[in-house]
C-alpha cells in the first residue's frame, strides 16, 4: 500500500552493501521499525528502474500471501460466508502485510518488486472479501460496491501513472483506511454485528479521501512542464 508521491527522475541505483544494510537508513527506532516513522521517502531500491530482486525474505512472505488467497475463497463458499477458518486465514493474509514491511526494514532487503507487489496483495485481498461479503450479503452491497470500484480505479490509475513515469506510493490517508476495511471483513466473517457496518463505512470514507488526494496529485503530475531528461 505508498506513502507520498515522488515524482521525477528514479535515483541512482543503490548498488552499495551499504545501502542494502538493514540501519543504512538511520537508526531503527521502534517507531520506525512499526512502520509510524516514514521519514526520509521510500528506500532507493524501491524506485523506478530499480532491479525486482524477487529472492527477498519480505517478498517470499508477499508470495505466501497470494497463494493463500484461494485458501481464503474455497474456505468462505465453502461454509456460506460466515466461518472462523475463513476468517482467520483472512486476518492472517492481513496481517503479513505487516510482517514483510517489518522483515524488510529489520533485514534491508527492500526492492523494487516488494514495492509493486505490496499494494496488488492488499488490493486483491479486500477484492476477496468483497466478493465474499456481497455474494452472502455480510455487509452493506452499496458500500462494497464502492470499495470495490475504488481498488479497480486505483489499479488502472496506478498503471496509467507507472506507464507515464509517476510513481503511485500510499498516502496517509491511504494507510489508515485500510485497517477499518479490513476488520469489517474480518468481524462479519464471525458475527452479524452493527460495528463491523460502521468499520465499513468509515474504511470507504477513507479510501474516497484518499482517492482524491491521488487524482490531485496524479493531476499536477500530468500538469507539470516535461523535463529534458
Not at 38 to 59: D, F, H, V, Y
Not at 178 to 194: E, Q
Request: with cysteine; aromatic share 10%; charged share 15%.
Amino acid at each position: 500500500m505508498m506513502q507520498r508521491d515522488h515524482l521525477g527522475s528514479a535515483p541512482p541505483p543503490a548498488d552499495s552493501s551499504a545501502a542494502r544494510a538493514p540501519f543504512a537508513r538511520g537508526r531503527l527506532t521502534a517507531r520506525r521499525l512499526l512502520g509510524i516513522d516514514r521519514s526520509g521517502g521510500p528506500p532507493p531500491e524501491t524506485q523506478k528502474g530499480q532491479p525486482l530482486r524477487p529472492l527477498t525474505i519480505p517478498n517470499v512472505v508477499s508470495y505466501l500471501r497470494l497463494a493463500l488467497l484461494p485458501v481464503f475463497l474455497v474456505l468462505a463458499f465453502r461454509s456460506g460466508g460466515r466461518d472462523v477458518s475463513a476468517a482467520l486465514v483472512f486476518w492472517t493474509i492481513a496481517w503479513m502485510d505487516q510482517l514483510d514491511g517489518l522483515l524488510a526494514r529489520v533485514t534491508g532487503q527492500y526492492s523494487r518488486l516488494g514495492a509493486l507487489l505490496d499494494p496488488l496483495t492488499d488490493r486483491a485481498l479486500v477484492l476477496a472479501g468483497v466478493v465474499v461479503c456481497f455474494e452472502f450479503e455480510l455487509l452493506p452491497r452499496w458500500a462494497l460496491i464502492v470499495l470495490a470500484a475504488r481498488e479497480l480505479f486505483m489499479l488502472a490509475l496506478s498503471q496509467y501513472g507507472l506507464r507515464r513515469g509517476m510513481d503511485i506510493t500510499i498516502n496517509m490517508v491511504g494507510r489508515w483506511a485500510v485497517w477499518p476495511v479490513m476488520f469489517a471483513i474480518f468481524l462479519t466473517l464471525l458475527v452479524d454485528s452493527w460495528v463491523a457496518d460502521a468499520s465499513l463505512y468509515l474504511g470507504v470514507a477513507l479510501t474516497v479521501w484518499a482517492t482524491a488526494i491521488y487524482v490531485r496529485d496524479g493531476i499536477r503530475f500530468h500538469g507539470r512542464p516535461s523535463s529534458s531528461t
